[in-house]
């Protein structure tokens, strides 16, 4: 079960980067039963609406910048997103995934493969490692804001979430909560839904920010089969293009 509060405990999540605005009451303050129940419903509320489109924004350890810009379906596990980053993912333009496997495409890895007078299609699928991954990294997170069962708030009091402000999220007022020194989550004033996670690993080093937007059911068209080589088919010239 994915709540708040285990995905403040993850270490690929990250970082607080935002600048409060101001707000009639002033926080932080604990949470009233409402407002945990609200935090209760909002994990499954993304869940119980299938899918969502989503931005994630994300610093490494090492100062690579990762954005990715896509859909993803909660239900399924699934989803896929367009890559934009500096660094060792340079060469890497669009992410997909199902369950346990990631798909990663490369556009020059044809050509490369080509110079070693080998063949080689531009997707390239391997089990999922977000522990020796970035993508995959930032793939967990987005997973882990859904899940199948309601949380329990009480625990979510017990364990000091509190209320930070109300602020602005793309025109739509919203309430900022926060647990621990690493973990934010903005939902819609009054409501459940979810509009924005942050969070931050141990080291602090690893600011990463998910905004959610048009939750509802998605159909996730991922490559098929012949367009994807296998890891282990390709790593001696992946290498070169990363």
């Not at 039963?33 to 869940?47: K, L, M, Y």
């Not at 993508?135 to 209320?163: F, T, Y």
């Not at 819609?188 to 959610?212: C, Q, T, Y």
Request: some cysteine; glycine content about 8%.
């Amino acid at each position: 079960m994915k709540s708040m509060i285990r995905i403040g405990a993850l270490a690929v999540v990250a970082a607080l980067t935002l600048v409060a605005c101001s707000s009639a009451e002033e926080g932080p303050r604990p949470v009233t039963n409402d407002e945990a129940d609200r935090i209760a419903d909002t994990f499954f509320e993304n869940f119980d609406a299938g899918g969502a489109g989503f931005v994630v924004r994300a610093v490494m350890p090492d100062g690579q910048s990762i954005t990715l810009d896509g859909d993803v379906d909660f239900v399924g596990g699934a989803g896929r997103a367009l890559v934009q980053a500096d660094g060792d993912l340079a060469a890497a333009d669009e992410v997909a995934w199902l369950g346990d496997s990631v798909l990663v495409h490369y556009p020059g890895l044809p050509d490369a493969a080509a110079t070693f007078s080998r063949d080689a299609q531009p997707w390239v699928g391997r089990p999922a490692d977000p522990a020796t991954y970035d993508l995959d990294s930032l793939v967990a997170v987005v997973m882990a804001l859904a899940a199948p069962q309601r949380e329990n708030s009480l625990l979510i009091q017990q364990n000091g979430v509190q209320w930070l402000r109300t602020d602005d999220s793309s025109g739509v007022e919203a309430d900022v909560f926060q647990y621990g020194d690493a973990t934010r989550v903005w939902l819609e004033a009054d409501g459940i839904m979810m509009m924005r996670f942050e969070g931050n690993n141990s080291d602090g080093d690893r600011p990463v920010v998910v905004e959610l937007a048009d939750q509802g059911p998605r159909d996730i068209d991922l490559p098929a089969t012949p367009e994807v080589t296998s890891i282990q088919d390709i790593s001696d010239i992946l290498v070169t293009i990363e």
